[in-house]
């Protein structure tokens, strides 16, 4: 392991930001610390860069302690949250400064800087302040500024926060794209799981100063082993109790359930491709349609719960108050060890990935 | 949509403000100039290069000079401090700096010669010193007395300038200079000082037009005429001797206090104008 942290704790006053957190990073890898806000992700972030001192436990990079060790001696790059760029230095200042403080050789910084100029590919724009700079921008010189000195440790507080919606999406592959170019360990922080799921090697999920999850996006996204995880990533729909849907009967009642979009087909019932499922059906309303962009959202009431899917477009239109055939394919279920798939028992030997 | 107001209000308001100031503060300076220069230049030019006024414009231009510099060194320091630190207390020392704001200038005079005065409780210490070092140093009816009460009316000028201005920049970008491994002076030359040289600038000129001007404060420390006057204190004397020259001498000196305000007005413009496109993001 490269980045190591063990039982680290922190209390703001009667706030625990971190309640006893261990995990282990490989070198190389890009890794998101995801939750929502107040999660202690951006505490744990800190903590490691070293801006902010743990009450307990061990942080270890490289195998060295770097307990106590300041904050610019652990060999950290830092992109901020609103990047923090210096407003009255240029970009080259800017991308220089870190190189200054090293007291490196003036000719080697200039080689460096424009070395990271054209990286980020903002040739001719070295002699530009900030605030001549579109967000974009920013981004790609607190990147560059971050990594000028070769740090071993790339850490980014939200990086994408501070872009409106439409950049983002560049930038989170121009980011991930960089950081493989530049090899270097990177970690960080973001609330938004899609950012998580597409920039990221391994996701770190945490919730109230616990890591409830760790692993692939796609691991994490199959297999939640908490309730908390299953309902943060995807959509999800919690229903208090599955023994009310055909096929789930022998569920254990009084157990929450948590069902994703894709785990619940609509349908009218003079519907060609799944009449043969007619017999694992539930009848539902039509309560809420909301138009997703490249599908609508369909909000159903069944047996007094609410389901929800995604229709495809292409699909024949329905309306609110319309009678669908509802078929619920799978839900996780959650015991006091952990959350188990429960598969319908109606459509047992039926090939449902082939649908 | 901009709300059309009624031209007839804006104008009334107008034409209301313009007769105030046109009343208030342009006529009475007019007045000055005017009654300076009424009878002829040669008296207005002999006010000037009176040695009475020649010693109190030197005193004035050391206290302002003083003042300045000290509270330029204090007014970082004390805005550094307010706005990149945390402690107990800070709202108390935030709340202290304004003292002179909020206190006549004629009781802080009073109060320096309480404490420095014949019978004040810092005197015999005071003596000690003069004593050791062999030195003759008065705090109060000397020119080193009037150059602490305009230290002491000037004091909150600067800082009040600038510690807005860092509060609203926030700690951000020192945070990442630091993160980088800046020390705490190349932080405050490189990072800090660019944010606030503007403000600095506008506090400084402020604080010097204050220190020309005060006349409380040093009336209550500075008794000789010739010696330890200043600009002020000097045109009060001439008026008060009440001869038809002699208050024609006040305006002639008041003239010159005048010429130093506009062109200190002239300057804050320029700077306040630079501050305000340099900030503007």
């Known amino acids: ?355 | 949509m901009k709300k059309q107001s009624n031209p007839i209000v804006k104008w009334i308001l107008i034409g209301t403000s313009a007769a105030f100031f046109l009343l208030m503060l342009v006529l009475p300076l007019f007045e000055v100039l005017y009654r300076s220069l009424k009878d002829g230049w040669e008296l207005f030019s002999s006010a000037l290069t009176a040695e009475y006024t020649l010693s109190a414009l030197k005193v004035t231009l050391i206290a302002t000079v003083f003042a300045l510099a000290v509270n330029t060194l204090f007014g970082i320091m004390a805005s550094w401090l307010l706005t990149k630190f945390d402690f107990r207390g800070k709202n108390i020392l935030s709340a202290l700096i304004d003292i002179p704001f909020s206190i006549s200038p004629v009781i802080a005079g009073l109060a320096y010669i309480m404490t420095f005065g014949r019978s004040g409780w810092a005197t015999p210490l005071l003596n000690q010193i003069n004593e050791l070092l062999g030195t003759d140093l008065s705090l109060v009816f000397s020119v080193p007395g009037v150059v602490l009460v305009t230290i002491f009316v000037t004091f909150p000028f600067i800082s009040r300038e600038t510690i807005p201005l860092l509060n609203t920049i926030g700690r951000d970008e020192e945070i990442a200079a630091a993160q980088m491994g800046a020390s705490g002076l190349v932080i405050f030359r490189d990072i800090t000082f660019p944010h606030m040289k503007w403000g600095l600038l506008y506090g400084m000129i402020l604080c010097a037009a204050r220190a020309f001007g005060e006349f409380g404060a040093v009336y209550a420390v500075s008794k000789a005429r010739g010696k330890t006057f200043t600009l002020p204190l000097e045109i009060d004397a001439l008026y008060m001797a009440g001869s038809a020259d002699s208050i024609t001498q006040a305006f002639a000196v008041s003239s010159l206090l005048v010429c130093m305000a506009v062109i200190m007005l002239v300057l804050k413009n320029i700077v306040e104008y630079h501050g305000k496109k340099k900030n503007a993001i």
């Not at chain 1, 790609?140 to 850490?155: E, G, H, N, S, T």
Request: with cysteine.
């Open chain 1, 1 to 355: 392991m490269y980045v190591e942290m063990k039982n680290i704790c922190k209390k703001f006053g009667s706030c625990e930001a971190a309640k006893g957190i261990t995990f282990g990073i490989e070198k190389g890898k890009l890794t998101a610390l995801l939750g929502p806000s107040g999660s202690g992700k951006t505490t744990l972030l800190r903590i490691l860069a070293g801006l902010e001192q743990q009450d307990s436990g061990d942080i270890l990079i490289d195998g060295k302690a770097v307990n106590g060790v300041p904050a610019n001696e652990r060999g950290i790059g830092f992109v901020f949250q609103n990047y923090a760029l210096f407003r009255y230095m240029t970009v080259y200042d800017n991308i220089a400064f870190g190189l200054k403080v090293k007291k490196m050789e003036k000719k080697k910084i200039r080689e460096r800087v424009s070395e990271m100029v054209s990286l980020i590919g903002l040739e001719g724009l070295e002699k530009r302040y900030p605030d001549q700079l579109s967000g974009g921008q920013r981004q790609r010189v607190a990147f560059a500024r971050a990594i000028a000195p070769k740090p071993d440790l790339l850490l980014l507080d939200e990086p994408f926060a501070a872009i409106d919606a439409k950049v983002r999406k560049e930038l989170r592959a121009w980011l991930k794209e960089m950081i493989r170019k530049v090899g270097v360990t990177s970690i960080f922080v973001t609330h938004d799981q899609d950012e998580a799921v597409e920039v990221a090697d391994d996701i770190f999920i945490l919730n109230e100063g616990n890591l409830e999850q760790t692993g692939s996006p796609k691991d994490i996204y199959k297999h939640p082993q908490t309730p908390f995880v299953a309902e943060f990533i995807g959509t999800s729909t919690v229903l208090e109790s599955l023994t009310g849907f055909k096929g789930f009967e022998d569920a254990a009642p009084g157990k929450k359930a948590i069902v994703r979009p894709e785990f619940v087909e609509a349908f009218k019932s003079d519907n060609q491709k799944f009449k043969s499922l007619l017999h694992a059906v539930e009848y539902g309303t039509v309560e809420n349609i909301a138009f997703r962009g490249s599908y609508w959202e369909v909000t159903l009431s069944v047996n007094g719960m609410q389901l929800t899917t995604n229709r495809s477009l292409e699909r024949r239109d329905i309306a609110v108050g319309e009678k669908m055939c509802v078929l619920l394919y799978r839900a996780y279920v959650f015991d006091g060890n952990g959350a188990e798939i429960r598969k319908n028992k109606l459509l047992e030997g039926v090939d449902i990935e082939a649908l």
